[in-house]
């Protein structure tokens, strides 16, 4: 014994446990989180951890070194001690625990209403079952009254008031019975954004903008509207969080975006905004060598807009356009062409329904004189095309031309003409478009006269040679005047002239009867009447006097 030395102690020791947070529970208990330093290994062996004085059960290391958890049953309050021991060592009094007081949204949520207000839920724990214990309240004061447990503890609604600047992450307070939530506002309560549900029409010119929807506020200081390159300026609010209008400059196009902000808050909703298609209300006519036309109509756009205006003829271009009034009024050069088709104008892919665009119809100025027995008519006038095959001319009840050819271009037709006789009104169509015209078959003319032996009682056989007689008996007549008569007049047949003297015998016409046609267009036979003297033979076919 006398042998051994007394050797000195050395104490070692590690750092001392550290708690820097613990997260509160409901009042009706659960896991409490501790978060901090030196908190133990793996091992829960010798850790235990004591909150209001009161063991916390179950601690388990759920990360060595830095975090603890623990199951503590039902309570209430805040600024409550915890402390932690490991082996032998305590931490320093940690005294921000609390339970939930009464009622949380921690991590949870609210519905968002309209800026008129509305009804909102708010999720969460603690809320009780006493409705009429709650007190509810928005951003900086607002109240949502009349709250309403929805499910026991869980959920709860109330009326959330109606905002003219509406707003996004407003903080909600929730009281009961002394006790909030105030120690945690992770849960932010925001409006609805603004909506458009419909804007009302409008023209290229632009001018008042009708936009209806909802959460649109009343304060206009804190609205804005741009829909697609333009800003809709003057913003005003005609019915509080619903409807609202705005000045429009001049512009086109479709499907523009439409943007409403309210304060921070905003909503774009694409390809929602388009201005009104172009109308076409009247378009010029122009001569089938083509030229220039003028549209006038709606919503053609303004002139710096020029380039994404164009026109479209069926089987034509217009090129060339020129706005000749912003909106209203553009010109285009047309090419050559016949008959009437649709035309649209487009604006920046808007198109107008068709209407009927027409070259100006075929006018006749002059017209050769026909044969009876029918042949070549040279029609001269305007607008008469180029295709032979889009024309067609009408002799009155004669019938139709055939072999028509344009012998010049817009100007002159040529066709062969049917049998005829006398002046005929005429009808030409060239690729639909009609026209009408005046025209006339050659008059009769005589070039010899043979008679039978006569007899100053009449009866007896008058021979015409000459042309123009037509076919048809019924037109032609014959009559036998005095050498010393003046010749009647072409415009009108003996037959139909008043102009008789009863005094001198000779001078009054005689009718030779019974016409025949022995050869049609150049010989025809008629029956003498009574008479006497060296006479002159007229003859008149359908009114047209040799």
């Not at 309209?114 to 004061?141: D, H």
Request: neutral net charge; proline residues 7%; contains cysteine.
């Amino acid at each position: 014994v006398s042998s051994v030395r007394n050797v000195p102690r050395t104490v070692f020791s590690f750092p001392p446990p550290l708690i820097t947070n613990v997260r509160p529970v409901p009042y009706n208990g659960g896991w409490v989180v501790i978060d901090g330093s030196n908190l133990g290994t793996a091992s829960s062996v010798g850790v235990s951890v004591l909150i209001g004085g009161s063991a916390c059960a179950s601690v388990t290391v759920n990360v060595p070194g830095s975090q603890l958890e623990c199951f503590i049953g039902p309570g209430t309050g805040s600024n409550i001690i915890v402390q932690a021991s490991i082996g032998n060592q305590q931490t320093p009094v940690y005294n921000r625990f609390f339970y939930f007081n009464a009622t949380t949204i921690v991590a949870n949520k609210a519905t968002s209403p309209p800026t008129s207000g509305g009804i909102i839920t708010v999720t969460g724990s603690g809320f009780g079952a006493n409705s009429s214990a709650l007190i509810v309240t928005i951003g900086s004061g607002l109240s949502c009254i009349r709250p309403t447990i929805v499910n026991a503890t869980t959920a709860f609604s109330c009326i959330a008031p109606a905002s003219a600047l509406g707003g996004a992450r407003l903080p909600i307070r929730v009281q009961l019975e002394g006790r909030d939530n105030a120690q945690d506002q992770n849960v932010a309560f925001s409006y609805l954004p603004p909506f458009v549900s419909s804007i009302s029409p409008l023209g290229t010119p632009g001018g008042v903008l009708t936009i209806s929807g909802t959460s649109f506020g009343s304060d206009v200081s804190s609205l804005s509207v741009q829909i697609g390159p333009y800003t809709c300026a003057a913003v005003q609010v005609r019915v509080s969080h619903t409807s609202l209008t705005c000045i429009m400059g001049s512009g086109v196009g479709r499907n523009h975006a439409v943007v409403v902000r309210l304060s921070s808050q905003q909503n774009t909703l694409p390809s929602f905004f388009s201005f009104d298609a172009p109308v076409i209300q009247r378009v010029t006519s122009v001569s089938t060598l083509g030229g220039i036309i003028t549209i006038s109509g709606l919503n053609f756009g303004p002139s710096s807009s020029l380039s994404s205006l164009s026109v479209s003829i069926v089987g034509q271009t217009c090129s060339q356009i020129s706005m000749l009034q912003d909106h209203t009024l553009v010109s285009c050069l047309v090419n050559a062409g016949t008959g009437a088709r649709n035309i649209r104008i487009s604006s920046d892919t808007l198109q107008s329904p068709p209407v009927s665009f027409s070259y100006l119809p075929p006018f006749v100025i002059v017209t050769s004189i026909i044969p009876t027995q029918g042949g070549t008519l040279n029609i001269t006038g305007l607008n008469m095309g180029t295709s032979s095959s889009l024309v067609t001319v009408i002799l009155g009840s004669f019938g139709s031309c055939s072999s028509i050819t344009v012998a010049s271009p817009h100007t002159t037709i040529l066709c062969t003409a049917p049998r005829g006789y006398g002046r005929v009104n005429g009808t030409i169509v060239v690729d639909g478009l009609t026209s009408s015209f005046s025209l006339q078959y050659a008059p009769p003319s005589l070039s010899f006269v043979y008679k039978d032996p006569v007899s100053t009682r009449g009866g007896v056989s008058l021979t015409i040679f000459g042309h123009g007689f037509s076919s048809t008996p019924s037109v032609v007549e014959v009559y036998l005047l005095a050498n010393d008569t003046t010749t009647l007049t072409s415009s009108s047949s003996p037959s139909s002239s008043s102009s008789r003297n009863p005094i001198i015998d000779d001078w009054i016409p005689s009718l030779c009867t019974d016409v025949v046609v022995v050869s049609a267009d150049v010989i025809i036979r008629c029956t003498l009447p009574q008479g006497h003297g060296h006479k002159n033979v007229i003859v008149y076919v359908a009114g047209q006097a040799s």
